[in-house]
């Protein structure tokens, strides 16, 4: 679920930032207001990042020089918050395993969430104490900064190309920058596919089911992004979609193993605490039961006096 909250999260931001720029859908015959919000983002990251990529495209030269510029521009930052990403893959396969042996206890309280809705404040707030007594955060392994980092980066190469002529009329193998392209974007489509099909190896079941939006979800939203708007973007998830694919391979078969091994030493030394049993469920459960059979018999034993009163003043009236 955490993951699902992350996935949705990510999405609301780009899209956010895709809206920001939408609205230049010419090819280079636009100059950016000098005020408002296209002027501030286009000032701040935009135009920075049109100068580094003809300069780079100047440097290499030929037709294809554009599409190494945004190449070398994406895997630069991709490199720098590659880090960043996998400590926080790290945290969150740490808060996976943990949250796998607090399952069994969690199950419980699911499971009485079923049965019986008028005690759903009592069983979250000791669903919440699971996770205190046992030092874990409900919402550990979460991160937004290595998004955040690369989302005025994917804004800016819109920019770029979409402010620039020269750019605009540029071209990588053939394939225009200024307009989408669906090749970037199904290749594009097809990494984060891969990467989320790795994402699914070593781990239970029932986690599976809870990736699974995220799985299709990511590659889905990419393959959109990338046919709505310029090849450029398009290229820029390409180029992320391979980093993203090797993150999930250091992260799969480097990182789980040695978390695991981790989490194994600490749970040794600090073991699982029980909060909650099956014995405790049923008496919070049997509680309400017997508090709702306590209030029925309130309200007949009411409904008895109110009639006896009733009948009572009818007597003395006919007296």
Same mark, same amino acid.
């Given at each position: ?5 992350y996935t949705?999260?990510?999405?609301l ?10 609205c230049a859908?010419n090819?280079?015959?636009?100059t950016?207001?000098l005020?408002?919000?296209y002027?501030?983002i286009?000032n701040?990251?935009?135009?920075p990042?049109?100068n ?9 030269g030929g ?10 521009? &994406?895997?630069? *930052?991709?490199? !720098?918050?590659l =880090?960043?990403?996998l400590s926080?893959? +790290?945290? #969150?396969?740490?808060?996976?395993e943990k949250t ?6 969690l199950?419980?309280i ?5 049965k ?20 874990m ?6 991160g937004?900064?290595?998004l955040l980092?690369?989302?005025?980066i ?5 920019q770029?190309v979409?402010y620039s002529?020269?750019?605009?009329s ?7 920058l200024s ?6 974007a199904?290749?594009?489509?097809i990494?984060?596919l ?8 070593g781990i ?5 089911? &809870?990736?699974? *939006?995220?799985? !299709?979800?990511? =590659?889905l939203?990419?393959?959109?992004? +990338?046919? #709505?708007?310029?090849?450029?973007l398009?290229?820029y ?6 980093v ?7 992260a799969t ?9 981790d ?12 909060v909650?049993n099956?014995a ?9 039961s017997?508090?709702m059979?306590?209030?029925k018999s309130?309200e007949?034993?009411?409904l008895?006096?109110q ?13």
């Amino acid at each position: 679920m955490k993951k699902i909250k992350y996935t949705i999260t990510s999405a609301l931001i780009a899209i956010i930032a895709i809206i920001t720029t939408a609205c230049a859908t010419n090819t280079g015959n636009w100059t950016p207001p000098l005020v408002g919000p296209y002027a501030w983002i286009y000032n701040l990251f935009g135009h920075p990042l049109q100068n580094i990529m003809l300069h780079v495209s100047n440097l290499l030269g030929g037709t294809n020089g554009a599409g190494w510029a945004i190449i070398i521009i &994406t895997f630069v *930052i991709q490199l !720098i918050v590659l =880090p960043l990403r996998l400590s926080s893959q +790290s945290k #969150m396969i740490k808060q996976q395993e943990k949250t796998k042996r607090l399952q069994p206890q969690l199950s419980l309280i699911q499971a009485a969430m079923k049965k019986n809705s008028n005690k759903q404040m009592q069983l979250s707030q000791l669903q919440m104490k699971i996770y205190k007594d046992n030092n874990m955060s409900m919402i550990g392994g979460m991160g937004c900064l290595p998004l955040l980092i690369q989302l005025p980066i994917m804004i800016g190469i819109y920019q770029a190309v979409a402010y620039s002529k020269t750019l605009a009329s540029s071209s990588f193998m053939g394939i225009s920058l200024s307009k989408p392209s669906i090749v970037f974007a199904v290749v594009a489509a097809i990494l984060y596919l891969i990467q989320g099909y790795l994402s699914l190896i070593g781990i239970s079941e029932q986690q599976k089911q &809870t990736m699974l *939006i995220t799985v !299709i979800a990511s =590659p889905l939203m990419t393959l959109v992004f +990338s046919i #709505m708007y310029s090849g450029a973007l398009g290229l820029y998830f390409l180029v992320g979609g391979i980093v993203i694919v090797i993150q999930q391979l250091i992260a799969t078969f480097i990182l789980m193993p040695k978390v695991r091994a981790d989490v194994d030493k600490e749970l040794a030394k600090h073991p699982i605490k029980e909060v909650i049993n099956q014995a405790m469920i049923d008496q919070i459960l049997n509680e309400s039961s017997d508090q709702m059979s306590q209030n029925k018999s309130d309200e007949i034993t009411n409904l008895h006096e109110q009639l006896r009163k009733r009948n009572s003043g009818k007597q003395n009236r006919n007296k």
